[in-house]
């Protein structure tokens, strides 16, 4: 576990899922430069798109990004929400 | 084709003739025809209160939403030249907009966000919110539009100011008539439309035709996720789906599709990037609806579209009021060149630029390779211009020049490449002593999110001719090598 209680085989889930949905074009070492921020990393919108898709078929988690923007803004956040919601 | 009446007046007409029926459905809200044209009319009123005599090129800076609808028709009527700009586009294409095709005022759904520093002031009964930036653009004078203009829009440009296209009443409606006539749009069909209305694959398709016949138009929000797309079809009972190949990729690879969702869709538009032959067979065996593939510019408007059910492979063939030919090239290539009744008549900010992209007959030099076949189009790839985003339009010298704009940067190449699943990805080549996200960072605050680079490749320099022109070949070759 990590010091904000976030299991480190979930972030680490969660970081591959990231690095797929992008076509690997963000890596898992952008993402950890990028203190896990996926905007900064440099996702893009198909990239958000594939990734919401993967959530939902791995998880069962839908976030709504209308309603919820703040969930897909981090790795960290994703996978509170996941753990949230799964 | 004989001139057409102001679109505005098409549109009322439009609304008289169907009052009763159902016009707009977003998220809670059913507008009627009647009901659209009393919002649009008093949407028109309150715009000529608030904006000045002076105030007549208004962009609309907004998500797609009943209200957008309003505001434009609404901006038609008020008698102001409403530019359709891309809601993600950020303060440097908003910038290049205001300073070279002279948009001072802004109608914006984010008024919280919105990218250049203005006085803002609420327009009431709306979401929508005038922006006037404060900073005064430079003090060249803008160019005109041409007096028969109904609607501008964007295409990319080079210098940060996306291209202005002017589209006139006439060849709107045209447009909008073709489509109606070459595809069978009528009065019974509800379309659930994704794209952008500032995209050619909405305007073309949904933003008039579905009006001029009476038809339903269902705004669908947000990310189109396959959850997202089912969703919005269970609720719509949509006929028509119109959306760009990603959506019919998604929706061909859901895990477990309630099939009983797609049992009103007849027909599934798609266009403005390549529509996978797997995708669509994939699609269309699991849902038992067509996806009709059509080819469009922004430059012409819609192309072609496939009425033939039999026909499960290219483009169609040519909608009414469309000349389509295959010019051979003296570098042997064979481009794909249109002539349609619904061109744009010119680039605003660009002059002599459309026209010098026509050929002596006043076809459009397109800059796609393709063929006909049995009267079909095909479109095999690209031989120039801009790179194709799933379905935006980006040329990588605008890209350039902001990568070239960060401090530490010597050189810099941008590109089309592809990604691990063979999407077109944009791959920056920086030459300089920056990290990833120096580079992510200043593209984010510059320019439209979809226009970051995806890939960025750190060289020492990038191969260049004598000229200065970048080797390409060479350029890919050096990235392959690097991890």
């Keep these: ?86 | 084709m004989a001139e057409q009446p102001p679109l505005g007046e098409v549109f009322l007409a439009a609304c008289a003739e169907h009052a009763g029926r159902r016009a707009v459905v977003d998220a809670d809200q059913e507008v009627t025809y009647g009901q659209l044209a009393e919002r649009v009319n008093d949407r028109a009123r309150t715009l000529v209160d608030l904006l000045g005599p002076d105030e007549y090129r208004i962009a609309l800076h907004a998500a797609n939403s009943a209200d957008y609808l309003i505001s434009y028709y609404a901006l038609l009527i008020a008698g102001r030249l409403p530019f359709l700009v891309d809601s993600q586009f950020g303060a440097t294409e908003l910038q290049g907009i205001r300073d070279s095709s002279g948009v001072d005022t802004f109608l914006t759904d984010k008024p919280d966000h919105f990218p250049l520093p203005s006085g803002l002031v609420p327009v009431p009964g709306s979401r929508h919110v005038l922006a006037r930036p404060t900073r005064p653009g430079p003090d060249v004078e803008p160019p005109e539009p041409r007096q028969t203009t109904a609607t501008c829009r964007f295409t990319s440009g080079t210098t940060g100011a996306p291209k202005c296209l002017e589209f006139s009443h006439t060849a709107v409606h045209s447009a909008a008539l073709n489509w109606t006539t070459g595809t069978g749009l009528g009065a019974g069909d509800r379309v659930l439309c994704l794209a952008a209305f500032t995209n050619g694959l909405a305007f073309n398709t949904s933003l008039l035709p579905v009006f001029l016949v009476g038809a339903e138009l269902h705004v669908y929000r947000g990310l189109p996720t396959s959850s997202g797309i089912a969703k919005a079809l269970r609720r719509s009972a949509a006929t028509r789906l119109v959306a760009f190949p990603l959506a019919y990729r998604l929706l061909a690879e859901a895990p477990a599709p309630d099939l009983d969702t797609f049992s009103d869709l007849r027909l599934a538009v798609s266009a403005a990037a390549v529509l996978d032959p797997a995708v669509r067979e994939s699609f269309e065996s699991r849902y038992h609806v067509r996806i009709a593939d059509y080819y469009g510019i922004a430059e012409t408007g819609p192309c072609t579209f496939e009425r033939d059910p039999e026909y499960a492979e290219g483009l169609g063939t040519a909608l009414p009021g469309v000349s389509l030919r295959i010019f051979p090239r003296e570098d042997g290539e064979s481009e794909v060149r249109v002539r349609t009744a619904s061109m744009a008549t010119c680039y605003l900010n660009v002059p002599d630029g459309l026209e010098e992209r026509l050929d002596t007959e006043g076809y459009y030099r397109t800059g796609d390779r393709g063929l006909i076949h049995q009267d079909r189009l095909y479109v095999t790839g690209r031989l120039s211009g801009p790179v194709n985003l799933a379905g935006r339009k980006v040329d990588p010298a605008e890209i350039e020049q902001v990568v070239l704009g960060i401090d530490g940067v010597r050189d810099t190449a941008v590109f089309a490449d592809q990604d691990a699943r063979g999407e077109t990805v944009l791959h920056a080549v920086v030459c300089g002593s920056l990290a990833r996200a120096d580079v992510v960072n200043v593209c984010r605050t510059k320019l439209a999110p979809y226009k970051v680079p995806g890939r960025i490749t750190f060289l020492p320099a990038i191969p260049r001719s004598s000229a200065g022109k970048v080797r390409l070949t060479e350029l890919r070759d050096l990235v392959t090598e690097t991890p």
């Design chain 1, 1 to 86: 576990m990590t010091d904000e209680g976030i299991d480190t085989g979930l972030r680490e889930q969660i970081e591959k899922l990231v690095e797929v949905a992008t076509g690997r074009v963000v890596t898992v070492a952008d993402l950890r430069a990028a203190d896990g921020s996926l905007d900064m990393a440099g996702v893009n919108s198909i990239g958000y798109i594939n990734l919401m898709e993967a959530l939902a078929q791995r998880f069962g988690a839908v976030i709504d990004p209308e309603a919820d923007p703040q969930h897909l803004m981090s790795v960290d956040s994703i996978a509170r929400f996941v753990r949230a919601h799964a």
